[in-house]
């Protein structure tokens, strides 16, 4: 059974920190990771993707991939709390178009 | 650009009726799609993998003839759920895949409430 393993949270981080959120999952031969943030009553929103090991920086998000530790991190700069949502880490299954979503971490953004 | 629209956004129906769920993909092709359903506090749960022109493929424990699939056109797929009782309650979320460059990006709808009285 392939999983993606996340801490649910809450994360409670104060505007303008840094947020860190973890995943790892369980699948040797994923080739991709996805970082999706869902509101409350609302379906995902993709916001990064990441094919290659080490980092991928798009505005305020930077996403780190380690296929061999199985390991994809989201850091989020400068948080605001608009950014408070349940962040769900999707990897790609091997040789296929699907995606084992991990159980998401909600994260907390204080003014 | 990658924008999907699913319709109906909520249906409430009587127990043993049919709904019939439409996800489209607006501003690019997709040869395949997804249905999820996300029960309150859970994760997303991949029930079928829809490939246009070709038959859905389910996943262990979804059971085809209540969760009927077609992929009509590179734009459309849709999802009917047969005969509906009260457990088929969920949120139902559809995602179509898109190449971006490096890889294949899936994009989500944005959800059809099902609730069945």
């Known amino acids: 059974q392939k999983e993606v393993e996340q801490n649910s949270g809450p994360l409670s981080v104060p505007e303008g920190a840094i947020a860190s959120l973890n995943c790892t999952y369980s699948?040797?031969?994923?080739?991709?990771s996805f970082w999706y943030r869902q509101y409350s009553g609302k379906s995902p929103e993709l916001i990064m993707s990441?094919?290659?090991?080490g980092d991928k920086e798009d505005g305020r998000f930077t996403a780190q991939l380690n296929k061999a530790s199985q390991y994809v991190s989201l850091l989020i700069r400068d948080s605001q709390p608009s950014d408070s949502a349940t962040y769900l880490c999707?990897?790609?299954?091997?040789?296929?178009?699907?995606?084992?979503f991990g159980t998401g971490t909600r994260l907390q953004v204080f003014p | 650009g990658a924008v999907v629209s699913q319709h109906p956004s909520r249906v409430i129906c009587k127990s043993g009726t049919s709904v019939k769920i439409e996800c489209r993909s607006l501003?690019?092709?997709?040869?395949?799609m997804f249905w999820y359903r996300q029960f309150p506090k859970q994760s997303l749960m991949l029930m079928a993998t829809s490939n246009e022109g070709s038959k859905a493929t389910y996943e262990q424990g979804v059971e085809k003839d209540k969760f009927l699939i077609n992929h009509a056109s590179l734009t459309l797929s849709t999802l009917t759920v047969t005969s509906a009782h009260p457990e088929d309650s969920s949120f139902y979320i559809c995602?179509?895949?898109?190449?971006?460059?490096?890889?294949?990006?899936?994009?989500f709808g944005p959800g059809t409430r099902l609730t069945v009285l």
């Open positions: 999707a990897v790609g299954v091997y040789n296929t178009d699907k995606l084992i």
């Open positions: 995602s179509a895949n898109r190449n971006r460059g490096g890889g294949n990006e899936q994009f």
């Open positions: 501003d690019f092709q997709a040869t395949t």
């Open positions: 699948d040797r031969g994923s080739q991709s």
């Open positions: 990441i094919y290659s090991n």
